[in-house]
């Protein structure tokens, strides 16, 4: 959860989930190239097999040690010394504060490909009794943010040992604060890419994963185009007049003025943006007056904009400031409106998408793969994607039948550890994959 933002991630696995048999996109491919990619497919999969104890030994590592977003300083030291350890080159730390980054130079010319995992936890008491429970108290990897780091990492084992198979470049981000950095600092992927995340060499396309419980382990869920919300934080002040109680007719009486503004903003929702355009304005927080017997003159609403689209995010924001003056000066009241753009959409780029399907789809079966309902929840890999073209899919780790079915952000959240050989196959896969299609010289590249 976000500490100004609201939930970043929270509400797309809280809220109701459609999650309907995926039938899109056809495969595609020559046949020659799908033979060639067998064999590799092949020893990818042995080398995930390979490493599945020592994968759960990994998770749960990060697991018993969480860290807050901005304070991820062993996860990060455990990460770098790790890259180091495997022979990647470049390896950069204190980027974005804790964040990690790394290149793997294939033997083969190619372009660079970039993958995101986040790393921090949340303020959260473990409820679990399990070996690996947290040791920290008040703090849990309640996002599966553990699961993401480890699987990176076995990529990262897995690829650099395959560097002949290469075709270019891989460099792997491992991201701080995904859910928000404490007030008054700065953090997560919009820092990283501040201080360069995406530069030196600038990766081409960015892929990451998220896991979620409300689909079965072996099952991957995606979204082509919007996929979360834009998440947004306002924080609105009427200001009136104050006076007696009895004689509201002297002053102004915020409270009345803002009770409408309420109101007003919704009919946004309902009257002003194209109905078929999904937007939550929601206002979660009322604060005004100070006395029974006395007409306030100020009040505070504080509220977040959720949209899937950045026309409607920059429209309802002016529809606001429209809707905000025309009532108040109705009532002879002004306003202010402090407005913070939060993570953006998360868009997955339907091209980017298409062409990833049919790997998506050779890694868990045609079956397994499942499209969903874009979510109001947000995530900050939105940024990377303001970059460049990206595709955040979704990892499934519940288990109803060893009763895995806690939501993310929950005390009680935990993981089917066998997503994380599937996660490193499939995400090892998807990098080799895009990387032979944009090869030099393939067309469409
Ligand atoms: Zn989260
Ligand atoms: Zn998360």
Do not use: D, Q
């Given at each position: 959860m976000r500490r100004r933002l609201g939930c970043l991630i929270a509400l797309f696995s809280l809220m109701a989930l459609f999650v309907s048999a995926g039938g899109m996109g056809q495969p595609f491919g020559s046949r020659a190239a799908a033979v060639n990619n067998s064999a590799r497919e092949e020893q990818i999969a042995r080398a995930a097999e390979g490493l599945r104890s020592q994968l759960i030994t990994q998770r749960r590592d990060f697991h018993m040690h969480p860290e807050l977003s901005n304070r991820e300083e062993r996860t990060s030291r455990v990460v770098a010394e790790r890259l180091r350890a495997l022979g990647l080159e470049d390896v950069k730390t204190g980027v974005g504060r804790y964040g990690v980054t790394a290149l793997l130079k294939g033997t083969k010319p190619g372009p660079v490909v970039a993958v995101r995992a986040d790393m921090d936890a949340l303020p959260i008491q473990e409820v679990n009794d399990v070996?690996?429970?947290?040791?920290?108290?008040?703090?849990?990897?309640a996002c599966g943010h553990d699961v993401h780091t480890t699987i990176e990492l076995g990529v990262a084992e897995i690829l650099s040992k395959m560097r002949g198979e290469i075709n270019g470049t891989i460099k792997f981000i491992f991201q701080p604060a995904e859910e928000g950095a404490p007030a008054g600092e700065e953090g997560g992927a919009a820092l990283m890419i501040k201080e360069?995340?995406?530069?030196?060499?600038?990766?081409q396309a960015i892929f990451g994963l998220h896991v979620l419980p409300v689909i079965e382990v072996g099952q991957i869920a995606y979204n082509s185009g919007p996929a979360m919300a834009s998440a947004d934080r306002f924080v609105i002040t009427v200001r009136g007049k104050k006076v007696h109680g009895a004689y509201p007719h002297d002053g102004v009486d915020a409270v009345v003025v803002a009770a409408e503004c309420v109101t007003a903003l919704q009919s946004i929702r309902s009257r002003r943006i194209d109905t078929t355009e999904p937007l939550v304005i929601s206002i979660g927080s009322i604060q005004g007056g100070n006395r029974y017997n006395i007409i306030a003159d100020e009040v505070k609403l504080e509220g977040t904009v959720r949209t899937l689209n950045e026309d409607v995010r920059k429209r309802t924001q002016a529809l606001m400031r429209e809707t905000l003056a025309g009532v108040t000066t109705a009532y002879g009241a002004t306003y202010e409106m402090q407005y913070e753009e939060g993570a953006a959409v998360t868009y997955n780029e339907p091209r980017l998408v298409e062409e990833m399907l049919p790997t998506l789809r050779r890694m868990v079966g045609p079956d397994n793969l499942v499209t969903r309902k874009p979510q109001m929840g947000a995530e900050d890999f939105s940024y990377y994607q303001k970059v460049i073209p990206g595709f955040f899919y979704f990892l499934g780790v519940g288990n109803r039948a060893k009763g895995i079915t806690a939501q993310i952000h929950t005390p009680d959240f935990d993981v089917d550890e066998e997503s994380l050989v599937i996660g490193v196959k499939t995400m090892a896969n998807v990098l080799l994959d895009y990387l032979d299609k944009h090869k030099a010289g393939t067309p469409g590249s």
């Open positions: 070996p690996y429970k947290s040791r920290t108290p008040g703090v849990k990897h360069g995340a995406l530069e030196s060499p600038r990766p």
